[in-house]
Nanobody, 126 residues
């Protein structure tokens, strides 16, 4: 059973940077498509970025393009979310997600992913 464990969250000032990590265990990491979602208080969980398995491409929600980067280290079984130029509205609990399915145009749907981390808080102060 694969497990996903996030780390790297915390408090940062607006304009600052954070890098989230998600370590995967239990299965072949390269077989998983991975994604990051986030959820703010009172709002639904929303898609942030995704990485298709085996170098199949990356996707981003429009409002994080040019600020966030998703990447993977296959040797470490880890997916990262590099977040730059952070804004107070980026404050949320960030979740790592994964699936063995081949993701297509549905990459942004939370229901596509069947493995989830516990979530990690990111707070951006103004």
């Amino acid at each position: 059973q694969v497990q996903l464990v996030e780390s790297g969250g915390g408090l940062v000032q607006a304009g600052g940077s954070l890098r989230l990590s998600c370590a995967a265990s239990g299965r072949t990491f390269s077989s998983f498509s991975m994604a990051w979602f986030r959820q703010s208080p009172g709002k639904e969980r929303m898609f942030v970025a995704a990485s298709r398995r085996s170098g199949g491409g990356t996707y981003y929600v429009d409002f994080v393009k040019d600020r966030f980067t998703i990447s993977r280290d296959y040797a470490k079984n880890t997916v990262y979310l590099e977040m730059n130029s952070l804004k107070p509205e980026d404050t949320a609990v960030y979740y790592c997600a994964g699936t063995l399915r081949t993701i297509g145009s549905d990459y942004y749907l939370s229901g596509v992913y069947d493995r989830w981390g516990q979530g990690i808080q990111v707070t951006v102060s103004s």
